[in-house]
């Protein structure tokens, strides 16, 4: 590389440099792009990859592995893993948009907030994407035990009731019923993720203790919505 080529790439390596971004530079497909890097340091909506549908252990062999771990370690997901990761809690697996994740009715009341080092995101599922909600590290705020606040991912699970007269029967569903739902519809998805990581070597735990205040100022709900959370990384 010639003095004026390697000028020339400066202002790249500047940007990934800036960016630190929660996942890992692999040397396989799993590498941050530098297009996923930008939008962590600028607070942008992230694309995520298409899941790997064909990687992992058998079933039988996940449900073996599957536990929970709070030795976890700082070492950063990569891109790859946080993409099938979220699309196993919750993602879309068919064309009508129904969800690897049951929901009564088929009316989805959950949502997953990712707390990465740098933001808080909100999964699409629709768009298997994560959409800034706020910028800076908040991990604190979604866990009130060491681990979490090294950890590269917490996944916190929010009700919200989209519309309570929304039903696909003959009467409105009644709040409280749609609250029970949603509490099944979050045991799914934990379970999901559970197995996802158990089928990778990942670790990761369920957990109830969040500080329910400040992580639903820091995403405008009320405190009553947070359900869970989950933390996951490598074990040490």
């Given amino acids: 590389m010639n003095r004026r080529t390697f000028l020339k790439a400066v202002p790249a390596i500047g940007v990934l440099g800036i960016a630190s971004p929660s996942f ?15 939008s962590i340091a600028a607070g942008e909506v992230i694309k995520l990859n298409p899941p790997d549908l064909n990687n992992g252990i058998s079933l039988m062999q996940t449900l073996k592995k599957r536990k929970s771990t709070r030795d976890i370690s700082d070492k950063k997901l990569t891109s790859q893993q946080l993409s ?28 997953i907030y990712a707390v990465l080092p740098e933001g808080i995101y909100l999964y699409d599922p629709a768009k298997h ?6 910028k800076g590290d908040f991990r604190k705020s979604a866990g009130m035990q060491d681990f979490v606040f090294i950890a590269p991912l917490n996944l916190v699970y929010v009700f919200t009731l989209r519309n309570p007269k929304e039903s696909h029967g003959p009467a409105p569903v009644p709040e409280e019923k749609r609250k029970i739902w949603g509490d099944v519809e979050v045991g799914c998805m934990v379970q999901n993720v559970y197995l996802y990581c158990a089928s990778q070597g990942l ?34």
């Fill in 129 to 134: 994407q994560l959409k800034p909600v706020a």
């Fill in 84 to 111: 099938d990761l979220l699309w196993s809690a919750d993602g879309t697996n068919r064309p009508d948009g129904k969800r690897t994740s049951p929901a009564a009715m088929g009316v989805y009341c959950v949502d």
């Fill in 24 to 38: 890992s530079e692999d040397t396989n497909t799993n590498a941050v792009t530098a297009q996923q890097a930008q």
């Fill in 203 to 236: 670790a990761a735990v369920v957990r109830g203790m969040v500080d329910q205040k400040k992580f639903g100022e820091a995403v405008n709900v009320k405190p009553e919505q947070i359900i869970v959370a989950q933390t996951i990384g490598y074990p040490k």
